[in-house]
Every structure is written in C-alpha cells, then in structure tokens.
C-alpha cells in the first residue's frame, strides 16, 4: 500500500535513523543512551533498534573483554532520583487550625453556610477568608447543578401562575409552559433537552399531586418563592433564601425546599448536621422574610424532586420546635467561638460530621493526618 502511494517503506527511515544516531554517536567523547520507561502514567516498550543494539553488545565477547560490550549503566538517573529524597525524614503535615483576628472574621454567614461551619470549619475560612474556590474544568458538561437550577425555575413559574388557590383544571398544561420556559432560558441544547423533557414531565405530575393534597389540607393565603431573608441573630448577620414559603390562610406558615440530588439523612437532621430549615424557621419568626410577617413555622419539608422512578419524594420534618430551639443554640455557639471569638478554624474537627463537598481537602492536605488523632 505503501508503495502504491509513493510512500518509502519503513525499513528505509528507519535506516536512515540508524545512520544518524551512529554518525552522532560517534563523533562525541561520551554518548548517553536515555528513554522514557513510563508515558503518561503507563510503562512504555523500548524502541526495537535499541534492545538489538544491547543485545548485541552483550554478545560480544573477547578477551579484551571478558564481560562482553554491554552497555554500562549510567549514573544520571541515580542523580536525579537523589533530587527527590528529602534533606529529612519527612514530617507528615498536622491538621490546620487557622486562627485569623476577629476583625478579620466575617460577621455574615448564611444558612447553608452554617451546616459548613459545623462539619468543617476550615472550608468555610477557605472560601470566605481566603476568597478560593474552585475552578470549573475547561469545557465542563451541563449537569447536576445546571438541571437543579431549571427544577427550581420551572417550580416558581409554575407556583406564580397558580396562586396559592385549588388547582386550576389546566394545571398539567401550565406545568408543561413552565418547564418549557425554564429549559428555554437555559438554552438546552437538543440532546440534553429530549433528556430532561420526559423527566420533567414526571416531576410535572409528582407537584401535581401534593398540591393537591397540601392545599385540600392546608388552605393556603398566599405562596412565596425563592424569597430572601435577613435577620441579627447573636450579634451576626443571618441571611438566606428559601425555595419556598407558604403563608396559610390559619396563621403560620410552611417552608419547602427542593433537591433534586441526595435528601439529607433523618440522622443528620436530628442531630442537627443540617440545619437549614430549622435556621430558616428561625428566620421567619424573626420576620426575617420579604414581605412575610413574623410567624411560627407549621411545617418544614424537604421535596425530592428527580424525575426519575419514582420522580419525587416528601421528607417531612418532625419535632420542628426542638430542631429550631438546637439550631439557635448551634449558631450562637459558632458565632460566640468562630465569627466573634478567637477558636480556630480547624478542618473537619467532628468525625462524625460529614462535611458535603471535598474542595479544600487538598488545600488542608487531609490525607496526611485523617488518621491521627
């Protein structure tokens, strides 16, 4: 084929390589013979002219020299092996426990940021104090956080439209406008938009259905969505955003948030781990809540929303009082120690606090001291 195409065959390059490498050879006092035995991370195979070349060498035999002509072994690569051992025995790094001024300690915190503060606080020093975080791959493909984002958008278009009524007749066709319109604000391309349609279109029947039954139980005043709160709570700023808060028609209200990833576990709210809805009932008895009067909180939950099989799930929270009354004993805590006081701000100091997300492990080079005490 290679002839057919006017194309050199092999064997003459790579005689010609051979003549160039033993003209070079030659001409110099000292030739070092060198290759790469590993290539991105996988072993290599040397190169056919140099295994004969040292194979031949070491057949060579006379009395000149008895060890035959093989090829001595150079000292370079030892050389280069040494630059790498350490001047010491190496000391494994201990566990960070950063310890700014207090004027340096932000005096703001959000709800989600307290769950941080709690499993670990030298994340929370990394991000807020230190302004790091991490960079987005290059060409990273839509995913989990981009299809949360159009749930959450399609949720409170959706939401807007009905009111906090009974449900309209055409509610599955108002679901199905606002889902569109979600997707076309994200500017889906057609692969992941066929995707997401028919889980959408799931998630579209799962709302249907508990808002059915919340507002045949609960008759509801007014829906509120996405809505920002801010409040001073132990000499901090406490803010955040809930997904949803529903004033009922009875006094009180209702708080809702929707994941479209893992539910935190019931072990994890009871222990208070995850503290962001007792934090935001705190909030909405403080009035903390645009345009929503300060009330009691009568029920918090958690909606799954996947739009897989099955495509939702209700995560109801119990003993909201206890969990509320623990949250506000949790933050002042923090702000007492951490935001206000002189306690470091050590890394995952609670083995049994698991902290969501691993951006800052390496930063605190936790592979080297996770195991000690």
Same mark, same amino acid.
């Given at each position: 084929?290679?002839?057919?195409? &006017?194309?050199?065959?092999?064997?003459?390059?790579?005689?010609?390589?051979?003549?160039?490498?033993?003209?070079?050879?030659?001409?110099?006092?000292?030739?070092?013979?060198?290759?790469?035995?590993?290539?991105?991370?996988?072993?290599?195979?040397?190169?056919?002219?140099?295994?004969?070349?040292?194979?031949?060498?070491?057949?060579?035999?006379?009395?000149?020299?008895?060890?035959?002509?093989?090829?001595?072994?150079?000292?370079?690569?030892?050389?280069?092996?040494?630059?790498?051992?350490?001047?010491?025995?190496?000391?494994?790094?201990?566990?960070?426990?950063?310890?700014?001024?207090?004027?340096?300690?932000?005096?703001?915190?959000?709800?989600?940021?307290?769950?941080?503060?709690?499993?670990?606080?030298?994340?929370?020093?990394?991000?807020?104090?230190?302004?790091?975080?991490?960079?987005?791959?290059?060409?990273?493909?839509?995913?989990?956080?981009?299809?949360?984002?159009?749930?959450?958008?399609?949720?409170?278009?959706?939401?807007?439209?009905? &009111?906090?009524?009974?449900?309209?007749?055409?509610?599955?066709?108002?679901?199905?406008?606002?889902?569109?319109?979600?997707?076309?604000?994200?500017?889906?391309?057609?692969?992941?938009?066929?995707?997401?349609?028919?889980?959408?279109?799931?998630?579209?029947?799962?709302?249907?259905?508990?808002?059915?039954?919340?507002?045949?139980?609960?008759?509801?005043?007014?829906?509120?969505?996405?809505?920002?709160?801010?409040?001073?709570?132990?000499?901090?700023?406490?803010?955040?955003?809930?997904?949803?808060?529903?004033?009922?028609?009875?006094?009180?209200?209702?708080?809702?948030?929707?994941?479209?990833?893992?539910?935190?576990?019931?072990?994890?709210?009871?222990?208070?781990?995850?503290?962001?809805?007792?934090?935001?009932?705190?909030?909405?008895?403080?009035?903390?809540?645009?345009?929503?009067?300060?009330?009691?909180?009568?029920?918090?939950?958690?909606?799954?929303?996947?739009?897989?099989?099955?495509?939702?799930?209700?995560?109801?929270?119990?003993?909201?009082?206890?969990?509320?009354?623990?949250?506000?004993?949790?933050?002042?805590?923090?702000?007492?120690?951490?935001?206000?006081?002189?306690?470091?701000?050590?890394?995952?100091?609670?083995?049994?606090?698991?902290?969501?997300?691993?951006?800052?492990?390496?930063?605190?080079?936790?592979?080297?001291?996770?195991?000690?005490?």
């Amino acid at each position: 084929m290679r002839e057919r195409f &006017g194309l050199p065959a092999p064997e003459a390059r790579i005689g010609r390589v051979a003549a160039d490498f033993l003209l070079t050879a030659c001409a110099a006092p000292d030739a070092v013979l060198s290759r790469a035995t590993r290539r991105g991370g996988a072993p290599t195979v040397p190169a056919r002219w140099l295994t004969r070349l040292s194979t031949f060498l070491r057949g060579q035999r006379a009395a000149t020299w008895p060890e035959g002509l093989a090829l001595p072994d150079n000292p370079a690569p030892a050389w280069a092996a040494q630059l790498d051992q350490p001047a010491a025995a190496p000391v494994p790094a201990t566990r960070p426990r950063p310890a700014p001024p207090r004027a340096a300690r932000p005096a703001r915190v959000s709800v989600t940021e307290v769950a941080t503060l709690l499993a670990d606080p030298y994340a929370f020093y990394a991000r807020r104090m230190l302004h790091l975080a991490p960079l987005d791959p290059i060409d990273a493909q839509i995913g989990a956080a981009e299809y949360g984002e159009v749930v959450h958008d399609a949720m409170a278009q959706f939401l807007r439209t009905i &009111g906090p009524h009974a449900l309209p007749g055409d509610a599955a066709a108002l679901w199905d406008a606002a889902a569109t319109k979600a997707m076309d604000k994200a500017a889906l391309r057609p692969s992941l938009r066929a995707f997401w349609t028919p889980r959408l279109s799931r998630i579209g029947a799962f709302i249907r259905e508990q808002e059915a039954a919340l507002r045949h139980t609960t008759p509801l005043a007014r829906t509120h969505q996405e809505v920002k709160a801010e409040a001073v709570i132990s000499g901090i700023t406490l803010h955040g955003r809930a997904d949803r808060v529903d004033e009922c028609a009875a006094g009180g209200v209702l708080i809702l948030d929707y994941k479209t990833g893992a539910l935190p576990s019931n072990k994890e709210v009871e222990t208070g781990a995850q503290p962001q809805l007792p934090l935001e009932a705190l909030l909405a008895a403080h009035g903390a809540f645009q345009g929503i009067p300060a009330a009691d909180t009568r029920s918090m939950a958690y909606w799954k929303l996947t739009g897989g099989v099955p495509p939702g799930e209700v995560m109801q929270i119990e003993e909201m009082a206890n969990l509320m009354a623990q949250a506000e004993e949790m933050l002042d805590s923090i702000a007492k120690t951490l935001l206000r006081g002189d306690a470091p701000f050590t890394a995952r100091p609670h083995p049994g606090r698991q902290a969501r997300g691993t951006d800052y492990d390496h930063l605190a080079r936790r592979a080297e001291w996770q195991d000690s005490p």
